[in-house]
């Protein structure tokens, strides 16, 4: 495989990942999770790369997209009855901010599928394309990104993240105080804290009013109506992916012994559901020390880029062996690349939980003002970023095929 030749001509890669990627969020632009239009966004991206040689599966998964967010309606108005029961009834004011706790944690937090069955099912689908090498498989490697796109934040307005940080920050300090409101008022009046608040309990209560609006915000945070157009989050990952295959497969060569894959997963903005799908079907087959994981996520921001050892929300170790890799692909092809963790959660998250070998580019400010917006269209991303985020992609294959 002629490395130099692919990396001279980068720009026609560049072209084809800003031009792929215009077209997909133009034509096929409201790619909720289980939508249509994902599906024919997975569609299309199989018959890309199919035409360049590559064997294609796509695998059709069960998503209940509304899982991701719908424990904050259940959260809000359970802590907003807490609230109210405080002037009453202790126990019951803790008992409704336990209630108002379970989903926060278990599907907020821990992104877990354990309430999935709760919410109303669609088809979602995952794309795999592997190119395969010419003798023995020595090494394996899949780029991965997600073709579904978010629902946008509201208020629309500039500077909106920092307003849904401090949403959910108040919301949480809310929590604190009105849960140790209800204790001490509960230890006070002694049985099940039975009693007409009075005095300075009734001040207490007044006090904690101030948060009763950062609980009403919170239900009204995300517009279940509005799809980003997804440009950058994540349609640069699949691009640049899809680049890279475009340019093995069309080389006329093959790897000696590299196997390139690219994985493309819908429904990851509902909670990392489709690496959880796939690993669910895939993972016992490429638990072999030879297959790793490069998910690129976010290409947007050269600034930010960076090769992620922790992920979701920094408690996720990703594999060392698989961060140098890629780490010291991107000094060679002179990309400014930092390490570290990130903010949110990426599809590596899923890949490592079953221990598959995973680390994570990304190029996210997650302040910017078209992260989860409608902002994030095509025509604002960096080109040369997404060319730099092709070469790290190149020569991570090219040292993996060296690497013998």
């Known amino acids: 495989m002629n490395f130099d030749t692919l990396k001279r001509d980068s720009a026609r ?15 096929m632009s409201v790619r909720g999770a289980g939508s249509v239009a994902e599906a024919d966004a ?46 009453f009834v202790s126990m019951v004011s803790v008992a409704l901010i ?33 190119l395969p090498c010419e003798g023995e498989v020595k090494h394996r490697v899949f ?38 409101a209800d204790i001490a008022r509960w230890a006070y009046l002694g049985s099940v804290g039975t009693g007409l608040a009075a005095d300075e309990w009734m001040i207490v209560g007044l006090v904690g009013i101030v948060f009763v609006p950062v609980w009403t915000a919170a239900l009204f945070l995300i517009d279940g109506k509005t799809v980003s157009p997804g440009a950058g989050d994540d349609l640069s990952g699949c691009t640049v992916a899809m680049a890279l295959m ?40 490429y638990r072999d020390g030879k297959t790793l994981f ?12 960076k090769v992620q050892n922790r992920d979701f929300n920094g408690m996720k170790k990703l594999d060392k062996d698989v961060v140098s890799l890629v780490s010291a692909a991107a000094a060679k092809v002179g990309a ?9 959660a990426t599809d590596a998250a899923s890949f490592a939980a079953v221990g598959l070998k995973a680390a994570c580019v990304t190029a996210l400010d997650p302040m910017s003002d078209a992260y989860h917006t409608e902002l994030d269209h095509a025509d604002s991303l960096d080109g040369e970023l997404l060319e730099k985020c092709f070469l790290i992609a190149l020569q991570t294959v090219e040292d993996l095929e060296s690497a013998d």
């Open 13 to 27: 890669s560049k072209d084809f990942i800003l031009s792929e990627t215009a077209y997909i969020a133009e034509n």
């Open 42 to 87: 997975a569609e299309h991206a199989a018959k890309r790369m199919s035409d360049v040689g590559a064997k294609v599966t796509v695998q059709e998964f069960d998503v209940a997209p509304a899982a991701a967010f719908g424990w904050i309606g259940v959260t809000a108005v359970c802590m907003l009855l807490a609230y109210a029961a405080y002037f």
């Open 98 to 130: 336990i209630v108002a706790m379970v989903p926060f944690i278990v599907q907020g937090v821990m992104m877990s599928r354990a309430f999935d069955g709760a919410y109303i099912k669609r088809k979602s689908r995952n794309v795999t394309a592997l």
């Open 143 to 180: 780029f991965t990104a997600h073709l579904d796109a978010a629902h946008v934040f509201r208020p629309r307005m500039k500077g909106r993240m920092k307003f849904v940080i401090a949403v959910a920050a108040l919301s949480l300090v809310g929590v604190a105080y009105l849960f140790a």
């Open 246 to 285: 475009k340019a093995l497969g069309e080389s006329g060569e093959k790897l000696a012994h590299t196997e390139v894959g690219v994985i493309l997963t819908g429904s990851e903005e509902c909670g990392l559901r489709g690496s959880m799908a796939w690993c669910d079907e895939y993972a016992d087959t």
């Open 294 to 305: 490069v998910t690129l996520d976010t290409l947007r921001d050269a600034d930010k880029l």
């Open 336 to 344: 400014e690349c930092g390490k570290g963790g990130g903010f949110g």
